[in-house]
């Protein structure tokens, strides 16, 4: 039974946007193991806290994420 976690910044995704992640992740995995594993399949997503993320020692926050998608990260 594989699972897939998605750790994701809480407030970067809207609910349509996490619906579309775990369509299409369930999707590559049903590519891959076959379209007789969907029903064992599972996708799930974590929502951290911003600030209680991380990168190279900097927190991460939801802001921040909206701007690198942006094109505006510094």
């Known amino acids: 039974m594989p699972l897939v976690t998605i ?3 809480k407030d ?6 996490k619906e579309q992640l775990i369509a299409k992740v369930t999707a590559a ?3 891959v193991e076959g379209e007789n594993m969907r029903p064992v399949t ?3 997503i974590n929502e951290f806290l911003g600030g209680d993320w ?8 939801a802001a921040d994420v909206q701007a690198l998608a942006a ?3 510094g």
């Open 29 to 31: 995995m049903i590519e």
């Open 71 to 73: 094109g505006k990260a």
């Open 12 to 17: 970067v995704f809207s609910p349509a946007q």
């Open 7 to 9: 750790d994701v910044i």
């Open 54 to 61: 991380a990168i190279g020692g900097q927190p991460l926050r």
């Open 42 to 44: 599972w996708v799930r």
